[in-house]
């Protein structure tokens, strides 16, 4: 004895199980709704992720609600003990990011906007300066 499927039917799963098939993104889907998404890890990618987005991809800044300071030809970053300290505490508008960025991911991204958009401060910054500046502690907040 066969079964037969109708047609309609068939079609009808189809399509409630298209849309769900079609936006569930390749491996990252931990099955409970929530995507991962690769935590950056260069400079650049720290930038690109976190910093660009009020700095802007020329690292010029901008003005509007509030003044947004330029980091392109930047001297204030030829100490990196500046701009750490700025990452980890915050600084006037901006708040610290020691809960969002780990003290790898602050060296790579301070070493990068050092080096680029106009500044030639070419020492390496490593996670054991990023270390030294004191961290809130971690718990409650943003």
């Not at 409970?32 to 930038?47: Q, S």
């Not at 030809?73 to 990196?80: D, V």
């Not at 708040?95 to 390496?124: C, H, M, W």
Request: hydrophobic fraction near 45%; charged fraction near 15%; glycine fraction near 14%.
């Amino acid at each position: 004895m066969t079964i037969r499927f109708p047609i309609a039917l068939a079609a009808a799963a189809l399509a409630i199980t298209a849309p769900a098939v079609a936006q569930t993104p390749p491996g990252g889907d931990t099955g409970g709704g929530i995507v991962r998404i690769a935590k950056p890890v260069t400079g650049k990618e720290v930038y690109e992720a976190v910093c660009q987005a009020c700095h802007m991809a020329d690292a010029k800044g901008g003005v509007g609600a509030g003044t947004i300071p330029a980091l392109a030809s930047n001297p204030r970053l030829a100490g990196a003990a500046y701009p750490i300290s700025a990452i980890v505490l915050g600084k006037g508008g901006m708040p610290g990011l020691t809960g969002s960025l780990d003290d790898t991911q602050i060296a790579e991204v301070v070493t990068y906007i050092r080096t680029n958009f106009g500044n030639a401060y070419a020492k390496p910054v490593t996670a054991a300066e990023v270390a030294r500046i004191p961290h809130p502690t971690r718990g409650g907040g943003h």
